[in-house]
Each structure stands twice: as structure tokens, then as C-alpha cells.
């Protein structure tokens, strides 16, 4: 038996493991199965090249719990190690990347934006364990080694008996670990870490029912086999090639990857790159309605198909954060903070190419098969309009998918509608108009007007939509947004013919005078000729100032510098409506204020502004008048 220190010069690192990333704790069970995985695909490369002349079989690792014992037990088919290797790999290069690895992180330790804690490596088992043994026997023709080390830098070296080939790892749990004796604790882990790595993973048993056989009789009771209980899949979809796989097959990894979650996804992205940097995954747009917010963290990020985070910020663009899926990457530097990682070149290209890749498969899509395309625009407008608004790489090829429907259902693409109103919608600049709605049901009277004149209303209701309208419209210098209630109609697009007044000059300025006498003073009273059958009074919210306003509430408020910006109507009178010519000729005042008043609150409720007192006095004054 050989006995000796690890590493004399340093200090006893084992209490630091201890205290090293206290909540991550876990991750112990992730390093050693990849060790086991990483032992088993070396081995099997060793024989593909001749090096070793040993069968390969079909290697499994196992993992054992005995509660009674404390033990955990993880087993390999690996190629094992000798003695001499032992001493190497886990007392020196084992050690020295633990000890660079406490060294490097010891500060940041709380700071979990090392992503997914990579690197820790075998040494790791002391998070949990106060002891630990090696048991293993090497493909060599050399006698098993058995290691064992108690948590101080003093190990013990000895011959073994095991004769089959692979690696026995023992961990002996600490008192304040015992946690991880539970099976549930460590079926739970081996399915969040291990779930796709390319080894099976053996963790007890289960019971299956044999099928019947051909002729058995009636009463015949089916046979039940005890079998091993694989937990992972070691060939996840995103490892294939999408020629390999159905739009079934990427369902099917959809419900493996999130069995709670009953929705289809819309639609999937496979993405499969190998130079100049790896990447392979599936990102899928779920369902997403208007909310931003839920949906977030659902991508998770493996490396050789061994789990990292469902943390994706920094690697992949913000906007695509709200989809979800698998991304595969071993260029991923994961010993660097979040901040790192955004100045880090390599992850700038991949977040580039993703952004690319997302971008062309939604065009291809919506050339395939546009009416699909239409039908699930809003699960997908939100996520398009963010990436337009934050990626410019994005928004550049964002004008070959992204839709514009109108209110009753009509999608277009901004240069077909561009076509399409050139002749009937322009202002007096000669600007094409886009008119708009955000809301069908708050806005109704204002999209009837504008559709009875034969103009396209189009239907914007995003909450970001404030936003992207103001950089499209700073984009194209022809184009401007207005919303249906931001003006009177006739204001908005140019007419050619120009409604006489009925009323004069002289007669204007006494009737805005009278209206100024009941009206508040958050409306400003805008007197225009119309045609007779337009609504006599209506309320309008100047397009600027109310864009601005919801750009401030959603985000970037100081941005502006505006702070809460007051409300700004206008009331615009039709100085050619009977209503008009009747308040202008009420000698009688408080008639007159009545009209007013009563004219004022039917133009709120139309923009849906009566609310509170203001709608039970106008109940009151409305049974007055008919009863
Ligand atoms: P890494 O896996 O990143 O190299 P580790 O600290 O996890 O770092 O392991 C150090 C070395 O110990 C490995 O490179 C490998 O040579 C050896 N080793 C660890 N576990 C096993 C195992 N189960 N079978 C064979 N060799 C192993």
C-alpha cells in the first residue's frame, strides 16, 4: 500500500470544495457521470483506432445508492485507470484543476454567474462526500487500484481485486449531505444533468409487462420482467441530422424536453453548424400571446449533450430568450462570468448566427406555407417585433416575414401595404398613412369612420408596438403611423374636395367660445367643416404625444426625459352638424351647457374615457332628458 499527500505546497483545499458554491452542490453527480461518459466514449475511441483490443459491449453507468451505508456508488465501463494513471490524473491534474479552478473563483463563489460552475471535476464529490475511494481497473493488462481519500490531502493507494474493466467511484456522505441518499433527490439530478448524455445511465430497476404470447389461452396472466431503469436517452434529437427527423420526431422531443407542458409548439428551428464554432440544438416557438414575461429561461444549454443552464442570457439574443428548446455548444466558455461572456468573440458570433439562422427559417416559412404563417402570427409577433426593436441584424431581414394584419384580418407585409395605400392614403405631405388600432373594441367608432371612407385600418396591438412604429417610421421617411383616434379622419388623409363651412367666421368664434365655457381644460376645442353625417363631437389624442407617453410607461422612460406626461385630448367639433348649428342658437345657458355637456360625455364614451362619477352623472342627465 502506498500511502502519500497530494500536493504538499498547497494549502488543505478540501474545506474551500466544502464551502464552494454552497447551492450548487448538486453538481457533484453531473461531474462524475461525465467522467464515467467521457471514460466510456475515450475507450471506445481507443478501439475504433486499434490502440485497444478489448470488446467494447454496450456500456452503461450505473448509479447505486445504499441509504443504510451512506454510500453513493457510480460505475463505469470505461477504460479505467492503473495505478500509476490514478496517481497522475486524480492526485495531480485532478488536483492542480481543482485547486486552479478554487483558485480562480474562490472570490466570485457567490457569484453564480460562473455559468453552471464547469470545471471542478472529480474533486468535486468532496462537496458531499467525507470520504471517497476509486476502485477501478484500467483496459490495460495491469491489476485494479484502489484509492481512498478521507478529505485531507493524505491519500491511500493499494492493489484491488475488481476484475472487470471501468471505474467504481464510492462516496461516503457527509452528515449535512445525507439529502442525496434519497433515490427521488438523485432521480431528480440524474434528470436535469443527464437526461441526453450519450451513455445510458442505469439508476435501479422497473418492473415491464411481456406482451402475450400468440396463442395463449384466456385466462393467461401476463409475465413481468425485472429490467434496468435507463433514465436518459442517449441520442436526442438535436444530435441528429434534421433530415433524419419528422415534424413528429420534433414534437416528440418537444414533450420529452418539457412533459408538463401540453401545448405544440408552433414551430421548430433545428440549428446544426460546425464551423467556425460547434452548435447544434433545436430552439421551438411555443404559444406566446402578448405576455413577455412568463415565458423566459425555458432554452437550456448543454455541452457534449451534458446540461449546463437554463440560463441563456448573454449567449443567446434577448428577444429569442422567450422561445425554448436545446442548444448544444462546446465553444461556450462556461469559467466566465455572464458579463464575460457578452465581450467574449465567440459568443458574439454564435448569438449572431442564431439570430441569422431564426431569421432565414422564418422566412422560409412564411414562403412555404403563408396562410400556416398568418394564422400564427400573434403566438409569434411578439418575440418578431422584440427582435426587430433590439437586433438590427434581425430587423434588416425582418421585412420578408413580418405581418401587419388589419382589423378584419388581412396580413400584410409592410411593402405590400405600401403598395396598397399608395393611391388611397396620403397626407398632404404626400406621406403615405397607416392608419392604426390598438385596441377593436376601444377604438370601434373612430375604425368605422376610417373604414366607411374606404382606408385600411390596420390592427397593432403589441405592447412594444409604440416603439417599433417610431424606428420603422424613422426608416422610411414616406411613411408615417397614425392611430385611428389621434385626429379627425379627414385630417389625417388628405381629401381632395374641401367641405364649405355652413357656419361664419363670426359665428365659429361665438360658438367655441360657448364650448370653452363648459368643456375642461385638459380638451382643447378644435372647430372643423365636415360632411353633416359625421359624428358632431369627437375626441382625439394627438399621435405624438401619446406614442411618446406609452413609450415611456413601456420602458425606456427616461429616455425621453419626460417623466409622467399629462393627458391631451382634443375635441374636435363639426361646426356643420345640426348639434353644432343648435348649441350655437340655445339662447336659454343652461340649456345650452346641458347639450354641451351631454354632446362632450357621448364623445368620451365612444373613446371609452367615462368612468366613475362622470358616467352616473351622465346616466342621470340621459334619464332626465327622455323621461
Ligand atoms: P477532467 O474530467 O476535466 O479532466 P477531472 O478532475 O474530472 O477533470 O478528472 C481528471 C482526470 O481523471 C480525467 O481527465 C481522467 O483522466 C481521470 N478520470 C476521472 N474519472 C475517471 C473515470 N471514471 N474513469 C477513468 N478516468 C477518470
Known amino acids: 500500500m502506498t500511502t502519500g499527500k497530494i500536493n504538499v505546497s498547497v494549502e488543505n483545499i478540501f474545506p474551500l470544495i466544502k464551502k464552494f ?22 475507450l471506445k475511441h481507443l478501439i475504433s483506432i486499434g490502440e485497444a483490443k478489448v470488446e467494447y459491449g454496450n456500456p452503461i453507468i450505473e448509479i447505486k445508492v445504499d441509504k443504510e451505508g451512506k454510500k453513493i456508488h457510480i460505475i463505469d465501463q470505461g477504460l479505467g485507470m492503473t495505478a500509476d494513471e490514478v496517481e497522475k490524473y486524480i492526485n495531480q491534474v485532478a488536483f492542480s484543476g481543482a485547486e486552479e479552478f478554487l483558485d480562480k ?122 429490467i434496468d431503469n435507463i433514465i436518459n436517452n442517449p441520442n436526442p434529437a438535436w444530435t441528429k441530422q434534421p433530415t433524419e427527423l419528422s415534424d413528429e420526431d420534433y414534437k ?31 430552439l421551438y416557438f411555443p404559444k406566446l400571446g402578448s405576455d413577455m414575461q412568463i415565458q423566459k429561461d425555458k432554452i437550456q444549454l448543454y455541452q457534449n449533450q451534458v446540461y449546463v443552464t437554463d440560463n441563456v442570457e448573454g449567449i443567446v439574443p434577448e428577444f429569442l430568450t422567450m422561445l425554448k428548446g436545446v442548444i448544444d455548444s462546446p465553444d461556450i466558455p462556461l469559467n466566465v462570468s455572464r458579463s464575460g461572456l457578452q465581450a467574449d468573440g465567440a459568443v458574439k458570433k454564435i448569438s449572431n448566427y442564431i439570430t441569422r439562422k431564426v431569421a432565414d427559417k422564418l422566412k422560409a416559412l412564411f414562403n412555404e406555407n403563408r396562410a400556416d404563417f ?21 430587423y434588416e431581414k425582418a421585412g420578408a416575414f413580418v405581418l401587419y394584419p388589419t382589423v378584419d384580418d388581412t396580413y400584410f407585409t409592410l411593402e405590400e401595404l405600401k403598395e396598397k395605400l399608395k393611391e388611397n392614403q396620403t397626407d398632404k405631405d404626400g406621406k403615405l398613412v397607416i392608419l392604426y388600432a390598438g385596441n377593436k373594441d376601444a377604438q370601434h367608432s373612430y375604425i368605422e369612420t376610417a373604414k366607411d371612407k374606404g382606408y385600411e385600418v390596420l390592427l ?17 421617411s414616406g411613411l408615417t403611423f397614425v392611430r385611428v383616434d389621434s385626429d379627425h379622419i379627414d385630417n389625417l ?28 381644460k385638459a380638451y382643447s376645442v378644435q372647430l372643423e367643416a365636415m360632411d353633416s353625417q359625421a359624428a358632431p363631437f369627437i375626441i382625439t389624442q394627438p399621435e405624438f404625444m401619446r406614442r411618446m407617453k406609452e413609450m415611456s410607461q413601456s420602458g425606456g422612460g427616461g429616455m425621453f426625459g419626460m417623466g409622467n406626461m399629462p393627458e391631451m385630448y382634443n375635441l374636435v367639433v363639426n361646426t356643420n352638424s345640426d348639434l353644432a348649428s343648435n348649441i350655437l342658437n340655445t339662447e336659454d345657458k343652461s340649456t345650452q351647457e346641458n347639450l354641451v355637456k351631454q354632446a362632450l360625455d357621448l364623445a368620451k364614451l365612444s373613446q371609452n374615457l367615462l368612468k366613475g362619477e362622470e358616467l352616473t352623472a351622465f346616466v342621470k342627465r340621459s334619464f332626465d332628458l327622455i323621461k
Open 21 to 42: 458554491l454552497y447551492s450548487d452542490h448538486e453538481i457533484f453527480l453531473r461531474e462524475l457521470v461525465s467522467n464515467g461518459t467521457d471514460a466510456t466514449l475515450k
Open 460 to 476: 397593432l396591438d403589441s405592447p412594444i408596438i409604440s416603439h417599433l412604429i417610431q424606428k420603422i417610421e424613422g426608416d422610411n
Open 252 to 282: 416528440n422531443f418537444y414533450r420529452e424536453l418539457y412533459p408538463m407542458q401540453f401545448e405544440e409548439p408552433l414551430f421548430n428551428i433545428h440549428l446544426n453548424v460546425d464551423y467556425p464554432f460547434n452548435l447544434t440544438g433545436i
Open 105 to 226: 473563483y474562490k472570490d466570485s463563489a457567490k457569484d453564480s454567474g460562473i455559468i453552471g460552475h464547469f470545471g471542478l471535476g472529480f474533486y468535486s464529490a468532496f462537496m458531499v462526500a467525507e470520504k471517497v475511494e476509486i476502485i477501478t481497473k484500467s483496459y490495460k493488462d495491469e491489476p485494479a487500484a484502489h484509492w481512498t481519500c478521507d478529505g485531507s490531502p493524505e491519500f491511500t493507494l493499494e492493489p484491488a481485486d475488481k476484475t472487470s474493466r471501468g471505474t467504481e467511484i464510492i462516496l461516503h456522505i457527509a452528515e449535512d449531505s445525507l439529502e442525496f441518499l434519497e433515490d427521488s433527490k438523485i432521480s431528480g439530478l440524474l434528470n436535469k444533468y443527464n437526461k441526453f448524455m450519450p451513455i445510458p445511465i442505469k439508476f435501479g430497476t422497473k418492473t415491464e409487462t411481456l406482451p402475450k404470447p400468440e396463442n395463449a389461452p384466456e385466462d393467461y396472466i401476463n409475465e413481468t420482467v425485472e
Open 374 to 394: 398568418e394564422a400564427k402570427w400573434n403566438d409569434i409577433k411578439i418575440v418578431l417585433e422584440y427582435g426587430m426593436l433590439s437586433e438590427d441584424k434581425f
Open 493 to 520: 388623409i388628405k381629401k381632395d374636395e374641401n367641405t364649405i363651412s355652413k357656419l361664419s367666421d363670426e359665428e365659429k368664434e361665438t360658438l367655441k367660445t360657448s364650448l370653452e365655457a363648459y368643456i375642461p
